[in-house]
């Protein structure tokens, strides 16, 4: 099993930065991708950014909507998994999670707060 932990998040103005963490309980992100999600209210889950393995490359993908604003980091030393998001505009105001797929079963992170308000 894994157990995928988050961090950060909160209140931030637009045009603000925040940093979101994801931090796993074993090591698993050089065989697994990690994929980020998000959600506001009414709304479908949207799928935000992968971080493919190291195996794969560690190649990193983005949605349109955050493409060039979003970046993903790691520190493997630490099993964590970073979103760095920049220029945050009110639209990216929703709960944040991150999602991996290992030995067949999902697993998520339980999800954490960003709202862009001035």
């Known amino acids: 099993q894994v157990q995928l932990v988050q961090s950060g998040g909160g209140l931030v103005r637009p045009g603000g930065s925040l940093t979101l963490s994801c931090a796993a309980s074993?090591?698993?992100?050089?065989?697994?991708?990690v994929l980020w999600y998000r959600q506001s209210p009414g709304r479908v889950r949207e799928w935000v950014a992968t971080?493919?393995?190291?195996?794969?490359?560690?190649?990193?993908y983005y949605g349109d909507s955050v493409k060039g604003r979003f970046t993903i980091s790691r520190d493997n030393a630490k099993n964590t998994m970073y979103l760095q998001m920049n220029n945050l505009k009110p639209e990216d105001t929703a709960v944040y999670y991150c999602?991996?797929?290992?030995?067949?079963?999902?697993?998520w992170g339980q999800g954490t707060q960003v709202t862009v308000s001035s």
């Open positions: 074993r090591t698993i992100f050089d065989f697994v991708d």
């Open positions: 999602k991996t797929m290992f030995e067949r079963r999902d697993y």
């Open positions: 971080a493919s393995s190291v195996l794969a490359g560690g190649v990193s």
